[in-house]
């Protein structure tokens, strides 16, 4: 059941990255509208890598050091933490990543590393079709 989690979960954030980069940038660039598709983007990117953490880790897979939690909403909540240092700053912080984390880490930093140049390049890319004048 976790892995199908997992498959589910992973096609979600697949589908949320691909939704952001299609959707027309209509209007001001920096509108409330492009702000709240790029935060709910990267919501369901960070609790989508906490989820594959804590699957992961439930399945005995041990994917990040001292991580040590006998239940799921506290491992879930560090597991959480772990993704948005990943996602957010490259950091660890007192988390270390091992085994099968060390790639799903890679993943994570990677994906938070490009999704921001991605969607700059897609708007200037699409800036001579868009208007600045409501």
């Known amino acids: 059941m976790g892995w199908l989690l997992v498959g589910a979960t992973i096609f979600t954030m697949t589908l949320s ?33 906490a989820v594959i ?17 006998e239940s799921f909403w506290p491992l879930f909540l560090t597991m959480l933490y772990f993704s948005a240092m990943m996602i957010f700053s490259v950091g660890n912080g007192e988390l270390l990543p091992e085994g099968l984390g060390r790639g799903i880490a890679i993943a994570a930093a990677f994906i938070g590393q490009v999704l921001p140049v991605t969607v700059i390049w897609t708007l200037i890319a699409n800036g001579g079709s868009q208007s600045f004048e409501k």
Not at 53 to 69: F, K, L, N, P, R
């Open 17 to 49: 990255v691909k939704t952001l980069l299609k959707l027309p940038w209509e209007g001001y660039m920096f509108s409330l509208r492009n702000f709240l598709y790029l935060s709910l983007t990267y919501t369901v990117l960070l609790i989508g890598f």
């Open 53 to 69: 953490y804590t699957v992961c880790q439930i399945e005995g897979m041990d994917v990040v050091d001292h991580a040590e939690s």
